[in-house]
């Protein structure tokens, strides 16, 4: 399936660039924005940034749409938006306050 592809392509984006904690939420039936939401955390602006730039190019050379990328600038949350797979990367401190496990927590988490 493409989808558990862009999903392998944008886990390893983010274990590439030392994303910590990342965790994959099972979105089908739950929500209608995508399949899956990835969900990882670094320790700095720029870190935060080279996830997400790292996700953005690997979907493309691969042959995936990139839909759209919000909140690079600030780097604090981007969310990366590719279709199938929306990944969540975020600053470390900002994290546990929007805490999107919980609010998603009728997701199933897929292991690594």
Partial sequence: MAKDTLLQLAYQAAEDKKAEDIVVLNME????????????????????QAIAREM????????????????????????????DVVAHVFHRDERSYYNLERLWRDAPELEA
């Avoid at 039936?29 to 935060?48: E, K, P, T």
């Avoid at 953005?56 to 279709?83: C, H, P, Q, T």
């Fill in 29 to 48: 039936g739950i929500s209608m924005l995508a399949d899956y939401f990835l969900i990882c955390s670094a320790n700095s602006d720029r870190q935060v």
């Fill in 56 to 83: 953005m190019d690997k979907a493309g050379e691969a042959g995936y749409n990139v839909k759209s990328a919000e909140g690079f600038d600030a780097a604090r949350w981007i969310l990366v938006d590719l279709g």
